[in-house]
């Protein structure tokens, strides 16, 4: 089945670092790469959608110069949070899918728990 | 605007069955999916309807009608470990998941 790793799964960091998040397909080639957040007994919510060789798409309400996304390979994308806040603690969660269009399955990754303090 | 609505817990006792609605409201319908999460964990992928009627995968079974905006996940011979959170989610333009707010399952022995 495909796989999507993350790295790192958790991490703590002081408020006003920056923190990346990797995200890779382990034996497919991902055309999309979508990132959710996650808060504590909430659903996921999309962040941005990333397509290989292009900029991210971003939600309304998603900053994107707080929340960079880099999609350098059909098997790796990254987030950035660039200047971490408490408010920023979450559940940051990726998914990758090699089809295209409404109805292609995502696969998940394991997560990454940030945490600032 | 999109919503997904879905009750927030349900409980039921292990052997049970039991249906977790989910009505929608979307701009753009192409199939609705159930995921299961398990707390600290990333969603795991159940389902997908495109199509109305119902799909069976062992003991799950998902169902669509897509002109009633509904589906439901039907979950079977109750165990244990399906203690979880299961979230409808919906696919909509350019391959995007929205997700309902989840529904907390307790199964109890």
């Known amino acids: 089945g495909a796989v999507v790793s993350q790295h790192p799964s958790r991490v703590i960091c002081k408020s006003g670092t920056s923190v990346k998040i990797e995200c890779r397909s382990l034996?497919?080639?991902?055309?999309?790469m979508f990132w959710y957040r996650q808060f504590p007994k909430q659903s996921l919510m999309l962040m941005a959608t990333s397509n290989e060789g292009s900029k991210a798409t971003y939600e309304q309400g998603v900053e994107k110069d707080k929340f960079l996304i880099n999609h350098a390979s059909l098997t790796l994308s990254t987030l950035t949070v660039t200047s971490a806040h408490p408010e920023d603690s979450s559940f940051y969660i990726c998914?990758?899918?090699f089809g295209q269009g409404a109805g292609s399955e995502q696969y998940f990754g394991p997560g990454t728990r940030l945490t600032v303090t | 605007g999109q919503s997904l609505e879905q009750p927030s817990e349900v409980t039921a006792v292990e052997g049970a069955i039991v249906q977790i609605n989910c009505t929608y409201q979307t701009s753009g319908f192409y199939g609705l999916s159930w995921y299961q999460q398990h707390d600290g964990g990333a969603p795991t992928f159940l389902s997908y309807n495109a199509l109305d009627g119902l799909e069976e995968t062992g003991r799950f079974s998902s169902f669509l009608s897509r002109s009633d905006s509904y589906g439901y996940l039907l979950l079977q011979e109750l165990q244990m470990k399906d203690s979880a959170s299961y979230f409808c989610a919906v696919y909509n333009q350019g391959g995007k998941l929205i997700f309902g707010q989840g529904t907390e399952l307790s199964v109890k022995p």
């Open positions: 998914s990758a899918g």
């Open positions: 034996d497919f080639q991902a055309t999309t």
